[in-house]
């Protein structure tokens, strides 16, 4: 029976984790993400799961790759600071194809910044926070419902792919308590990571031959393997001047950039006839929706495309949209970084221009709605 309740941001994506089966927390408290972890404190041991607070950030990533290559849903949350001591940690399970969530509540900064307030420059450490080329998923919701939904389908990437999925929302959609339903389970499709069908004797943790994702064991049921932050052949052990590190890179881009159909969605409004379009996620979606809404009254033709996948970026559909509308304003709470992308996008189809604040308060519908007559 579906469940209505009132829940907070946090409370939410700790329910949608529950809902796609995680059943291994591992973090470190750090203001705005920590009800998350209150939450999965109470509930994961009730229902036979593991809850670990440890003693920093970087070790809460290395307890999640462990749990995840145990067979668990693993899931870590933090924010800030406590997402950049996670990268050298999150780039190993990037190589290593283990699969687990991330969730970043994100503040402003750097350093400590501010706590307690909204931020969104942490999105481009969403794509490009560890070293090296690797594969980015990031999941950007705006609404509680949404966090929800997309806590549960940042699980279903990750096993489905064999890699780390981040959920990036900000401090405001965090903390904000909305209704939601909770639907029945088995409702929302559950995936599982690909498995071996072939005896311990035989398995390859990196053979390739089959597609893109490798079928991936779990430690302690009989398949003994090697898992090293080096590049690696099929057997897992190094590989030095090997062909095979250039070709298994690509891999590893592809199977994430070659599958964007399935993993890349947003949610369009008013677009239909626009002059003037916002891209914009997170709180400022949901003050840019206001913005556009309040401009149509005004007999403004303006639109809203906010992606809930920020990573792969939705580059087809932002070069489609520029060469239909006249300008696109880009709000973020930061002072410029997916506007580049945007306008990376455009290329030259139509003007981009950001909006940018980093004080600790939202962008105001207000002031995207001013933008938005500037633009006609």
């Known amino acids: 029976m579906t469940r209505v309740k009132l829940l907070q941001g946090n409370e939410a994506c700790a329910e949608g984790a529950l809902y796609a089966g995680c059943n291994f927390f591992a973090g470190y408290p750090i203001t705005p993400s920590t009800e998350v972890a209150e939450h999965l404190a109470r509930k994961l041991p009730r229902s036979g799961g593991v809850f670990l607070q440890m003693e920093d950030e970087i070790a809460a990533m290395a307890a999640v790759i462990g749990g995840s290559l145990a067979g668990c849903k693993a899931l870590t949350a933090t924010s800030g600071p406590g997402f950049s001591l996670k990268q050298e940690n999150l780039g190993f399970a990037m190589l290593t194809e283990i699969p687990c969530v991330v969730v970043d509540v994100m503040r402003g900064g750097p350093s400590t910044g501010v706590p307690t307030g909204p931020g969104q ?23 509680v419902e949404e966090i929800f939904s997309e806590t549960v389908r940042a699980f279903n990437l990750s096993e489905k792919y064999r890699t780390p999925v981040i959920v990036a929302f900000d401090e405001v959609v965090g903390h904000m308590r909305e209704r939601i339903e909770i639907p029945e389970p088995g409702a929302i499709p559950l995936v599982g990571r690909p498995r071996p069908t072939c005896p311990p004797s035989e398995y390859l943790p990196y053979d390739d031959s089959r597609g893109d994702v490798p079928p991936m064991a779990n430690f302690f049921e009989g398949y003994r393997y090697h898992v090293t932050g080096l590049n690696h052949g099929p057997d897992g052990f190094p590989v030095n001047a090997s062909p095979r590190i250039h070709t298994d890179e690509l891999r590893l881009l592809r199977k994430v950039e070659g599958n964007r159909g399935d993993i890349v969605r947003f949610a369009e409004h008013r677009l239909e006839d626009a002059e003037v379009a916002v891209f914009a996620y997170g709180i400022c979606g949901r003050s840019a929706k206001t913005a556009v809404d309040q401009a149509r009254s005004e007999g403004i033709r303006a639109g809203l495309f906010r992606p809930l996948t920020v990573w792969p970026f939705p580059e087809e559909q932002v070069a489609a949209l520029s060469g239909r509308v006249r300008r ?23 003007a981009v221009e950001g909006i940018h604040r980093v004080d600790g308060d939202p962008i105001t519908p207000a002031q995207i709605l001013a933008r938005i007559r500037e633009a006609l």
């Open 121 to 143: 420059s942490d999105i481009m450490q969403c794509r490009w926070g560890t070293h090296g080329d690797h594969p980015s998923i990031c999941l950007t919701p705006a609404y």
């Open 328 to 350: 696109i304003v880009v709000p973020e709470l930061s002072l410029g970084q997916i506007v580049l992308e945007v306008d990376r996008c455009a290329k030259g189809r139509c």
